[in-house]
Nanobody
Framework: QVQMVESGGGLVQAGGSLRLSCAAS????????MAWYRQAPGKQREFIAV???????NYADSVKGRFTISRDNANHTVYLQMNSLKPEDTAVYYC???????????????WGQGTQVTVSS
């Protein structure tokens, strides 16, 4: 069984910063990509950022230059540093990990429970 536990959301004024964390625990053999997504009210979930096991990163255009994704492979944790936040960044943020629970299993996607980020104007 694998769990993904997020933390770090909250309320912040426009221009402020927040740091999200997401730790994977349980039966984990290896983790490939780790990523962040978000879903605003009435909208579909959208991709924000991804980081490979080797550290390569990719970002959505809407957050490029403001958000930074990083990871701690030893502790199965992914982070999202969010700077220069805007009201349009308000959403529930979800972490995602592509992982194998055992050497003989396939890769599966696991999701965190979501953490609310609210940016006031």
């Amino acid at each position: 069984q694998v769990q993904m536990v997020e933390s770090g959301g909250g309320l912040v004024q426009a221009g402020g910063s927040l740091r999200l964390s997401c730790a994977a625990s349980g039966s984990i053999f290896s983790i490939n990509n780790m990523a962040w997504y978000r879903q605003a009210p009435g909208k579909q979930r959208e991709f924000i950022a991804v980081i490979t096991r080797g550290g390569s990163r990719n970002y959505a255009d809407s957050v490029k230059g403001r958000f930074t994704i990083s990871r701690d492979n030893a502790n199965h944790t992914v982070y999202l540093q969010m700077n220069s936040l805007k009201p349009e960044d308000t959403a529930v943020y979800y972490c995602n990990a592509e992982l194998r629970s055992h050497w003989y299993t396939s890769l599966y996607d696991y999701w965190g429970q979501g953490t609310q980020v609210t940016v006031s104007s």
